[in-house]
């Protein structure tokens, strides 16, 4: 039998650090992508020790090993979407940037999702000193679609946010930074409220995503999951507001089905809907 590379395959490269315990990270993803029919590629930024219970300690690569190992897989696989997570350091966002300019020269269809992750779920620091200039003047002018939670967005803006009103302006703000596409996760906002948006924008357009808010459940995860959900339908050749819409249904479903693995805070239940 004669091995052959398949072109139509679906394929998405997750850039992002590693979380043993499984709810979120490379393994997050990886979940994800094969359970929407998507072939998923890891390179790894940093390793955690991680528990269900929250973030032990990091341990750092050497910038120039990952953004090799990126390089390599990239040219290998192909992917028709990258997807990052936790980059950690601006010397991997500055290379990354470049790795990505010259990927699309090459690779003109292909799009890049940003998960701007900034921290923990239980608040440890995942971005090292200078990370948040660097994306803003190194990544955010190539992105696709970027995935903040409201915390993320007024790290990047510098404005409180309490309307959604508010998450507009933010938006707008990103925008103005290059980005194509802004979809703003409401999880943090009104959590009094039993309901819940998203909200994705563009230059012109902008889709609300309400739905209710899952009592009870702060799942390990759900960002990772949203994000790898979105590049995953995006690689199935769905829309920027299709994907966005699809993923959101998806995450939501697996919010509610959250399990517990451990002895910290459930994680979200990665299963296709039916």
Not at 114 to 129: A, C, Q
Not at 170 to 192: E, M, N, P, S, T
Not at 257 to 267: S, W
Request: charged share 20%.
């Amino acid at each position: 039998m004669i091995n052959k590379v398949v072109p139509e395959l679906p394929k998405v490269l997750s850039i992002a650090g590693s979380d043993p315990s499984g709810g979120a990270g490379l393994q997050a993803d990886l979940k994800v992508m094969a359970q929407l029919g998507v072939y998923g590629a890891a390179a790894v930024t940093a390793l955690t020790r991680q528990t269900s219970e929250g973030v032990q300690d990091i341990y750092t690569l050497d910038s120039n090993w990952v953004l090799t190992q990126i390089t390599e897989v990239l040219y290998d696989l192909r992917p028709q979407v990258i997807k990052t997570g936790m980059l950690q350091s601006p010397l991997i966002l500055q290379g990354l940037a470049k790795i990505w300019r010259d990927y699309q020269a090459v690779e003109k269809e292909a799009v890049l999702v940003v998960d701007p992750v900034l921290h923990s779920g239980t608040g440890v620091s995942l971005l090292d000193k200078g990370g948040l200039k660097a994306f803003r003047e190194e990544l955010l002018p190539y992105t696709t679609v970027l995935t903040p939670n409201v915390p993320e967005a007024e790290a990047f803006t510098g404005m409180q946010i309490k309307s959604t009103e508010d998450m507009e302006k933010a938006a707008r703000l990103l925008l103005d930074c290059g980005v194509q596409w802004v979809l703003i996760k409401g999880g943090h906002f009104q959590q009094d409220r039993g309901e819940i948006v998203d909200i994705l924008y563009s230059s012109e357009q902008i889709y609300d995503f309400p739905g209710e808010r899952v009592p009870a459940q702060d799942p390990h995860g759900t960002g990772c999951t949203l994000a790898s959900a979105l590049a995953s339908y995006l690689a199935l050749s769905y829309s920027v507001p299709e994907s966005t819409a699809r993923a959101i249904k998806w995450v939501r479903q697996s919010i509610a089905n959250a399990i517990y693995v451990g002895k910290g805070r459930p994680v979200v239940c990665q299963q296709s809907l039916q």
